[in-house]
């Protein structure tokens, strides 16, 4: 059936181009991550592009006015994107909306004139535009459109005439970046712009709307272990941010994230900037964020952990916990303990625990912000993602997390074990620790060094539950103060227990919820009987290993440390800065001690 030409697009045919384009993308995502090694060979440009776009189908609705449709999809496309070839392509998707003009529908020529300015949009939006890669596919396509305005009338056989051009400029990028020459592929990116555009040519070639609404969407798949050789990870975190209330204009903001590290691409409009960095230190990236911006979403993917699944695994075992988990990183690292960090929010401020903040940045912002911080849970999409990573290199997982009294966390990881577990078949322990902080530490701890020894994944399994009935933590606070803001404790009872300088000891019983385990009229009396209890409940007992922990509070950690180093004869594990999430309830000057038993 020959297909009738079309001389303008509307908001319709604009949306049910893009969702042909975007339902070839989602088909083909493992391919692009098999082939992606730049700027680094982590394997995801295809699960990040499928993100930025799946976006659009989800939750937009086609207009029959361009102008709106093209609002909507730049709008969706730039909240929800993805790594470097998301940020660009979305990029890109808003150049075209914003040089659009109030039209209901574009001709050929309009069309060119917007692709061709919306051009500038993403070279800007990189730090240090790269050649051979998506930036130089869409360019070359754009000017092959812009050169060929007058020329076709169709856009039909504009978009299927184009296809020569992709095709030359995709095959080009292999000589332009030595990466590609060296690994013998093409730019992951650019072949997913090629891929969009086939997709659309495909919609015309075969005139079939209805199988286009009526084709299942493809799900999203997670990075490829490719089989690329091994390189450095030179910056650890893959770190994006989207950035409200700018103080500060691109140019200066694209300069302290090139401080902070390389990849830098920013996306966005003048309200709302969708940031891209690979850094070392992202706390200290969003510390500074934060006095320019409002910071309403990041996350930071950690590529070294990634890249020891694939090229450095230790074990056979993988070991995963929460950012409860009291341990310093050289521990953390040693063992490859994979860590998912619990959200933290002051206000509309968006934060993740131990990545993006650190405790003594927390305790700061603690002292100083008008809003106590809110915490919530680690979703279950996110441990999905994580052991469907880990499942591809280990034979088995074990998860350990805080208290199901504490947190959803270990409910929402346990629902992600099963599913990836019928996925992959391999085995998943998902471990409620009834504890947190030190003495979940102390327990991550052990089975690190269970794993170390060879033992199986049963038989470690088992040993955590003995080793749980013999691990408590003993948490000494200084004020009541952070309780009553964070309403654990009435505002009366710490009216009340201020004034007669009451601090409460707290611990946790066997189901996993805290109670006062005692309380004085000072702080040093506070620790003196936490440590008299100890000298109780270790007669007849040998003590594996202990860890000491404060909130802002190295005096009282200092005596702590002391004493127990007398008590047991061992230095202690570490002595750190408090959790972030249990510190806030617990509030600045807390002390504590957490102990395991053999």
Not at 449 to 475: P, R
Request: glycine fraction near 6%; hydrophobic fraction near 40%; aromatic fraction near 8%.
């Amino acid at each position: 059936m020959k297909t009738e030409p079309i001389l303008e697009i509307d908001g319709r045919r604009l949306y049910y181009t893009f969702i042909a384009g975007a339902n070839n993308i989602l088909a083909n995502q493992n391919y692009l991550n098999k082939i992606n090694v730049f700027p680094v060979n982590d394997g995801d440009t295809g699960s990040n592009m499928a993100t930025t776009i799946q976006s659009v189908i989800e939750s937009i609705h086609p207009h029959k006015s361009y102008k709106i449709t093209a609002d909507l999809i730049a709008e969706t496309t730039m909240t929800n994107a993805r790594g470097n070839s998301g940020i660009i392509f979305a990029q890109f998707l808003y150049g075209i909306s914003k040089e659009t003009g109030n039209c209901s529908s574009l001709s050929i020529p309009q069309f060119a004139e917007s692709i061709k300015k919306s051009i500038p949009y993403m070279y800007e939006a990189v730090a240090n535009p790269v050649e051979g890669t998506m930036l130089t596919v869409i360019r070359e396509w754009s000017d092959y459109i812009y050169t060929h305005r007058e020329i076709i009338t169709d856009f039909n056989q504009l978009f299927v005439r184009s296809h020569d051009c992709l095709a030359k400029s995709l095959a080009a990028t292999k000589a332009q970046l030595i990466e590609l020459s060296n690994a013998n592929v093409v730019d992951s990116g650019a072949n997913a712009f090629v891929l969009f555009i086939e997709g659309i040519i495909g919609l015309i070639k075969s005139n079939n709307l209805h199988k286009l609404l009526h084709t299942k969407t493809e799900t999203l798949v997670l990075p490829s272990n490719s089989n690329h050789i091994q390189e450095e990870v030179k910056f650890r975190y893959c770190t994006e941010g989207i950035l409200k209330n700018l103080t500060v204009d691109q140019k200066s903001l694209s300069l302290i994230l090139q401080n902070h590290g390389d990849s830098v691409v920013i996306g966005g409009n003048e309200k709302t900037k969708h940031i891209h960095v690979h850094t070392n230190h992202p706390a200290d990236m969003f510390q500074q964020l934060k006095d320019i911006s409002l910071i309403t979403f990041n996350k930071a993917d950690d590529m070294l952990r990634q890249s020891e699944a694939i090229y450095k695994r230790k074990y056979n075992i993988a070991l995963v916990t929460d950012s409860t988990c009291d341990l310093p990183q050289n521990l953390m690292d040693q063992y490859q303990v994979n860590m998912v960090p619990i959200n933290i929010n002051f206000g509309e401020s968006h934060y993740l625990d131990k990545v993006t903040i650190q405790p003594g940045q927390f305790y700061s912002l603690l002292g100083q912000h008008k809003e106590f911080p809110k915490t919530s849970q680690v979703n279950e999409k996110a441990f999905v993602s994580l052991y469907t990573r880990l499942s591809a290199n280990y034979d088995s997982i074990i998860a350990i997390h805080l208290t199901d009294k504490f947190s959803g966390t270990f409910y929402n990881s346990q629902k992600a074990a099963l599913s990836v577990f019928q996925e992959f078949n391999k085995p998943i322990a998902v471990i409620n620790s009834k504890n947190l902080s030190g003495a979940l530490g102390l327990l991550v701890l052990r089975t690190a060094h269970a794993i170390e020894a060879g033992n199986s994944h049963d038989e470690i399994v088992g040993m955590v539950s003995a080793w749980m009935k013999n691990t408590y933590i003993f948490v000494s606070v200084k004020t009541l103060k952070y309780m009553v803001r964070g309403g654990r404790v009435s505002h009366f009872k710490g009216i009340v227990a201020n004034l007669l300088n009451v601090n409460p000891i707290v611990s946790m019983d066997e189901d996993g919820a805290s109670y006062i385990f005692g309380k004085t009229y000072s702080q040093q009396s506070n620790m003196e009987k936490v440590m008299l209890h100890l000298s109780s409940i270790c007669k007849g007992r040998e003590i594996w290993n202990y860890i000491v922990l404060h909130a802002q509070n190295t005096g009282s950690a200092e005596w702590y440390t002391h004493k127990m180093k007398a008590f047991t004869g061992k230095e202690p594990v570490s002595v750190v800065n408090i959790s972030p999430v249990i510190g806030a309830n617990a509030g600045i000057g807390t002390a504590a001690v957490a102990i395991m038993f053999k």
